[in-house]
């Protein structure tokens, strides 16, 4: 039986570890834990959009229950996907300083649509 070792492609060894995308890497899942406590934290006053619901305006409150949703849930979700595909990416010493920042990004951009889908049920409001 003959066996073809060029057949198989070059042979690499594993890939070498960047301690700095490592550290950056850390740093950034850090803040972007903090930057999801913060936006969990500032979801329940959207709440408040509700003020002038009652008598004098009616208020679609199933758009802002829904935006409260997207707002509440949607950026944690995010940011746990971005810290799941982080650890992948450095488990294969990939690259991987740039996930949480684009994680970061877009959980904001979750809570802003949550907000202005909350803001939009009030009729006459603005963002």
């Known amino acids: ?14 890939r070498p570890v960047r301690t700095w995308d490592l550290v950056l890497s850390i740093v ?3 803040l972007s834990v903090l930057l999801g406590l913060l936006l969990l934290v500032m979801s329940p006053f959207l709440v408040m959009a509700s003020d002038p619901c ?15 949703l997207v707002a509440l849930i ?17 488990v294969q010493r990939r690259l991987a300083f740039w996930v949480p920042l684009v994680a970061s990004a877009v959980a904001i951009g979750v809570f802003v649509l949550g907000a202005a889908i909350v803001i939009s049920g009030v009729p006459g409001a603005t963002f």
């Open 1 to 14: 039986m003959t066996t073809y070792a060029a057949a198989q492609g070059p042979v690499h060894g594993p």
């Open 28 to 30: 950034l899942l850090s």
């Open 54 to 68: 009652g008598a004098a305006f009616e208020c679609d409150s199933d758009l802002m229950g829904a935006g409260f």
């Open 74 to 90: 949607g950026p944690p979700l995010v940011l746990v996907a971005g810290i799941v595909t982080t650890i992948v990416l450095l």
